[in-house]
């Protein structure tokens, strides 16, 4: 390009001392057609001196430092000018002999929002309000005497584009502008007539938008800290401005059209959108990209080494198939409803009509047999009974027979479902916006259903005419379908959608033709004809068809819920059907947060910054109350899977025979005790049943104590074992944490043995050995008092204490020490039994010990409430002594029968090999991104159990914020799991054992994505 100036830093450190009196270490900013300069000094503080173009004229100069002043007044963060030496506002330099002018600014603090991996909803909405005000700030700012014909000013885009179009070599991304240029060239001049113009800045890219990003919270920080480069101002449409900002804040998100919305909605808060501006955004957002390809396409041409050129246009390119797949008058709907229109300007008089007419509207059922005084309303939603969360047991026949069965119930010949209800049902990859598990899906349901037999006669509530018909034959489509157009008085027209019609239905269809109120319109289809559902009419209403005829979706992203529920009004504003026979509302998020918080302790803690709402679970996946899939990568309760169909059916079963205590004989509690002690090592063989891990472990303490007369037990730091008082004593965990009290006297801490953080590492063969001696220095401080040893006990992976495991040799050593001094050793294996680390099915095994006791909980009951301590004869012998042992549901017939069939399920489903496999892909993976990121100190792991421990430098100080980050970003992804350890700062994986090989390559993927922002963001 002709007059880019082109001096060396050194050059440059001469131009700025003898100009502006600056010195220091001069780094080069990236530029189009200038050179800009980063100059720092000693003292931390910079200037930023830029070089401008040789063709550019002093006015423009002048009037950027205006603008830059007008802006600062409005409280815009923007540069301050640094005048020359002697006191003017530039200078003058020489190369080669052409002139060029230089001027000095401030520099800002902050970074370039290009910089950042992640753009959360604050810091879009920032950047659209700074933009909005400095919109504001302009209105007054003449340029009359600018070049307006720039290639950069959007107003030209159309002849740019036609002009440079020659130059894409890339075929579909040539289509898709070229279908752009078509839609923006249909927009009538009366449009663009009507638009507001101002000055704007014209270049408000993520590189000319400075960010402090404030913390590491993956809900909130990140603000604008400043304004760059003016020096493409123009007067245009106004609505140019936000086009061109939207155009770079959607590039590389899942969600571009949402994105554009944020930052309208930031802008429209303190400068007013008009409709008409919004319904040329999306479009100017496209073209302002169509612009960039072109004209790089020709530059790149023209100078293939100037890398600055396409530094937006990868992800350009990899954002355009999914604006392409945007309808433009939905991403119009999208952004009116961001910035508080409604989602159509004629939604408000179609229900008003609506209103006038479901007198006349109710009296005509749309299926024959609807009572719409006395209709049978089914739940289909996320926890319905009648919906599975096995997705098998959804499909057409299955489900349609439980629907079939409800109808016979209540003796009814239709079944209504319901309105804006979200739903597990849809599972067709066109509901999907994307190709992962965890990637949103639509599921909010936009109509009404009518289930009934097949042939029932279907009618049209309201005069029309046959705008559409089709047969869609994708699996889970409509099948036959039927599009009437309406009108009302005022000559507004919207639509009703009639789907999974028979074919014969649509024989004697044609466009334009009338439908009379009560007129049929076919019949329902069989299941072969409606493509995967039950036989049904799906009835929907829509203010308008947006151009997608009988492609209209049914069904809705919960992120747009708000957008689809205002295009597609409730139907029974034509149905009428009593509010009586619709099911209760279920409660909102927030209205069970509020709930929760009022009648709940305030102690009783949720999980990351914006809570999960979970409604139903089904083995390795958790479904919120949008219908959202998250992997469950936390929860190692529900051992075998959520709602495992096996322990579901053998609960039921038992609870429909019998449920009592053990002061009655009964075989299901010997059964399980018989089969439990088969998976331990002699000499445990007896066994006592609890409802929980922390009853088994107050037990523990009773026999232990029992068993030796004495009281002084030893625990390892950061341990945790329950949440009653006694255990709370034994928990350094909980009594050395906030509200706690310490230990009583009778409690004695032993070093964590971490081979990452302890005072022994991984690479001392004898950590093990070493960490155990406290034990023994314990013991004589013990005896110097007169005062012997009760026990030892601990997890045999420390999980709280950071999802740790033990060093080869350390609980060999400590067990024969705590026998050599009287004392019991209990296992605490709540967290690592029943194969979960994948190596042996209880993790002691992998030292080679055998416990006094065995502690189990939470697992056993795949989520029913089970504890089991098992001992040796010898220690149950010296518990009997007298006093009975009684836990009134404790081994109770249910609770054995379902912890028998869990044993069952982990045996003959092979679960423990699977850990492994799975495992050793986890772990391993992570272990090759702790070699990209300094930030992961430590990855360990079997099976699946391990952590992630997160450092912030080579001291390896704990990253507890950045690991509290990870989480509420992976939670963000629809991938849950937590943090633990003494710091906070391990992110752990302990999830059901189904979680299985695409669950670890999709976490493991994530993983590396949020460090990625982590990095970005971090100061």
């Known amino acids: 390009m002709i007059g880019i100036p082109d001096f060396s830093t050194s050059e440059v450190l001469v131009l700025a001392n003898r100009i502006f009196g600056r010195a220091g270490v001069v780094r080069p900013l990236p530029s189009y057609k200038d050179q800009n300069f980063w100059i720092e000094a000693e003292s931390g503080k910079g200037v930023v001196l830029k070089i401008v173009n040789a063709g550019e004229p002093l006015e423009v100069i002048r009037l950027q430092q205006m603008a830059m002043q007008q802006a600062v007044q409005a409280g815009i963060p923007c540069p301050e000018m640094i005048t020359t030496l002697s006191g003017e506002n530039w200078g003058r330099a020489m190369k080669n002999g052409v002139h060029y002018w230089i001027w000095c600014m401030s520099h800002m603090p902050g970074r370039p929002i290009a910089t950042l991996r992640y753009h959360n909803k604050k810091l879009l909405f920032d950047w659209g309000r700074t933009l909005g005000a400095l919109d504001k700030a302009l209105e007054s700012l003449d340029v009359a005497f600018i070049n307006q014909n720039t290639e950069w000013n959007l107003s030209n885009a159309a002849s740019v584009i036609t002009d440079k179009l020659v130059y894409v070599a890339d075929i579909h991304i040539r289509e898709w502008i070229e279908q752009v240029l078509k839609q923006y060239s249909a927009i009538p001049e009366e449009v663009w007539a009507g638009l507001r113009q101002s000055t704007i800045h014209n270049d408000a890219n993520d590189h000319n938008f400075l960010v402090n990003p404030s913390g590491f919270s993956a809900m909130g920080g990140g603000q604008i800290s400043a304004v760059l480069d003016f020096g493409d101002m123009v007067k245009a449409h106004t609505i140019n401005e936000l086009a061109i900002a939207t155009a770079y804040a959607c590039l590389d998100k899942e969600h571009p059209i949402q994105v554009i919305g944020e930052v309208a909605k930031g802008y429209h808060s303190v400068n007013p959108l008009s409709e008409t501006e919004l319904s040329v955004l999306f479009v100017l957002v496209c073209m302002r990209l169509s612009v960039s390809i072109c004209m790089a396409a020709k530059e790149q041409a023209l100078r293939p080494q100037d890398a600055y050129i396409g530094v937006s246009q990868g992800p350009i390119r990899r954002t355009i198939p999914r604006l392409a797949a945007i309808n433009m008058k939905t991403a119009t709907a ?152 309406h009108l009302t008085p005022e000559g507004e027209d919207f639509y009703t959608l009639y789907g999974h019609l028979s074919r014969a239905s649509l024989l004697d269809k044609k466009v334009g033709q009338e439908v009379r109120s009560g007129d049929p319109l076919g019949e329902l289809g069989s299941e072969a004809e409606n493509v995967g559902w039950p036989p049904h009419l799906h009835f929907q209403v829509m203010v308008d068809d947006l151009g997608l005829g009988t492609d209209f979706p049914g069904v809705a992203l919960a992120s747009e819920r708000n957008v689809w ?280 095994e992998a030292h080679g010990v055998v416990p006094d006791m065995v502690i189990m909980g939470k697992p056993l009951g795949n989520g029913h409430p089970i504890g089991v301590l098992v001992t040796t004869p010898e220690i149950a012998a010296a518990f009997h002594n007298g006093m009975e042992f009684f836990s009134t549901f404790g081994g109770n017939p249910v609770s054995c029968v379902v912890g028998r069939e869990v044993l069952n399920v982990v045996q003959e489903e092979n679960w423990m090999a699977h850990a492994k496999h799975v495992g050793d892909r986890l772990w391993g993976q992570l272990r090759v991104l702790q070699s990209d990121f300094p930030i992961i100190g430590d990855v360990r792991g079997s099976g699946l159990f391990g952590g992630v421990e997160l450092v912030r430098d080579a001291l390896q100080t704990p990253a507890d914020r950045e690991a509290q980050y990870v989480v509420n970003r992976m939670r963000a992804h629809g991938i849950l799991i937590g943090t633990d350890g003494p710091f906070h700062n391990v992110v752990k994986i302990r999830p059901p054992m189904p979680f299985d090989i695409e669950n670890a390559d999709l976490l493991v993927n994530r993983f590396g994505e949020i460090l990625h922002e982590l990095i970005s963001i971090r100061p």
């Open 334 to 485: 999208v952004l009116r409803v961001a910035c508080g229109y409604s989602a159509s300007p004629k939604q408000s008089q179609i229900k008003a009509y609506l209103a006038t007419q479901i007198t006349q509207t109710r009296r005509v059922p749309v299926v024959s047999g609807l009572e719409s005084e006395d209709a049978l309303v089914i739940d289909l939603g996320v926890d319905s009974p009648l919906v599975a969360g096995d997705p098998i047991q959804n499909v057409a026949a299955v489900l349609g027979s439980r629907i079939v069965t409800e109808m016979e119930k209540h003796n009814k010949q239709v079944a209504v479902g319901r309105y804006n209800e979200p739903r597990l049902l849809y599972n067709a990859p066109f509901f999907k916006t994307g190709t992962r598990l965890t990637d949103e899906s639509r599921t909010i349901h936009l109509g009404m259903d009518f289930f009934a037999p097949v042939g029932t006669m279907v009618f049209a509530p309201l005069a029309g005419t046959i705008h559409a018909f089709a047969f869609n034959p994708l699996p889970q489509d409509y099948g036959g379908v039927v599009l009437l157009k």
């Open 565 to 844: 529920t205002e295009l597609s009004p409730d139907p029974n504003e034509i149905c009428g059907i009593a509010s009586r026979c619709f099911p209760p509302e279920k409660p909102s998020k927030a209205n069970t947060w509020s709930k929760r918080q009022l009648r709940l302790g305030a102690n009783l803690s949720l999980g990351y910054d914006e809570p999960v709402k979970v409604l139903r679970g089904w083995k390795q996946y958790l479904f919120d109350e949008t219908g959202r899939r998250y992997i469950d990568g936390y929860n190692n309760v529900p051992h075998v899977g959520h709602a495992h169909p096996r322990i579901v059916e053998a609960a039921c079963r038992q609870m429909s025979i019998l449920n009592t205590n053990t002061r009655y004989l009964h075989d299901a509690i010997l059964e399980y005790a018989e089969a439990l002690c088969k998976t331990l090592p002699a000499p445990l063989s007896v066994c006592y049943f609890l409802n929980s891990a922390s009853e088994a472990n107050e037990l523990a303490l009773r026999m232990a104590r029992t068993a030796t007369r004495q009281k002084d037990l030893m625990v390892l730091d950061a341990a945790y074992h329950g949440h009653t008082t006694s255990l709370i004593d034994i928990s350094p965990y909980k009594h050395n944490g906030p509200g706690g009290n310490g230990p009583p006297n009778w409690v004695h801490t032993l070093p964590l043995p971490d081979l990452f953080r302890g005072a022994y590492k991984a690479e001392d063969l004898l950590a093990g050995t070493k960490y155990a001696q406290a034990v023994y220095a314990k013991i004589e401080e013990l005896k110097a008092t007169g005062r012997g040893v009760c026990g030892f006990i601990a997890e045999t992976c420390p999980s709280v204490g950071g999802q740790l495991f033990l060093p080869k040799g350390y609980l060999s050593t400590v067990y024969q020490a705590i026998r050599e001094g009287g004392g019991v050793c209990i296992a605490d294996e709540v967290q690592t039994g029943l194969g979960r680390i994948g190596t042996h099915f209880w993790a002691f």
